[in-house]
């Protein structure tokens, strides 16, 4: 009885991501900037998320309780790129879906007053460009606070 010859395939190893210690450094840099800029914000944190605009892992999104409905501040920034933007909404049974999208603007903050209701509110770092754009180390980020 002939057995049939196994020949599996060779391991491949994932890639590594190319690690820049200048660019590196670079985001670490502009994290730190982004986080005062996004601290800054008065009132009560309801969201707060941050992510790289480029490079090899790039963008963010997540969700939070809304404990109550009310009207809450949206503040955007990044800091070393533009062209990114975040979108930030809730999705209601039988209404239209219509996030609030904010332009990221590398020489400011971009901010708006939203009614949210009870429930779950999304942020999501909409990027510009393809996934293989070069690493720079821009970073962006969305702080959600309550206005009262």
């Known amino acids: 009885m002939n057995t049939p ?19 590196l450094e670079r985001e670490v840099k502009n994290y730190a900037e982004l986080d005062r800029i996004l601290r800054a914000v008065p009132g009560p944190v309801l969201l707060f998320e941050e992510g790289p605009l480029d490079g090899p892992v790039r963008g963010f999104g997540t969700a939070e309780k809304v404990p109550a ?10 800091v070393g790129a533009s062209g990114a933007t975040v979108s930030v ?43 293989d754009t070069p690493w720079t180390g821009a970073v962006g980020g969305v702080r959600v606070t309550g206005t009262g």
């Open 89 to 131: 909404g809730q999705e209601h049974p039988g209404a239209p879906f219509q996030p609030t999208a904010l332009s990221l603007d590398c020489a400011g903050t971009s901010s708006q007053v939203i009614d949210l209701e009870k429930g779950y509110v999304f942020a999501h770092l909409v990027l510009p460009g393809p996934g």
């Open 69 to 78: 409905a009310g009207r809450y501040s949206v503040t955007a920034a990044c």
């Open 5 to 23: 010859a196994f020949d599996p395939a060779p391991l491949s190893e994932s890639p590594q991501a190319y690690v820049d210690p200048l660019v």
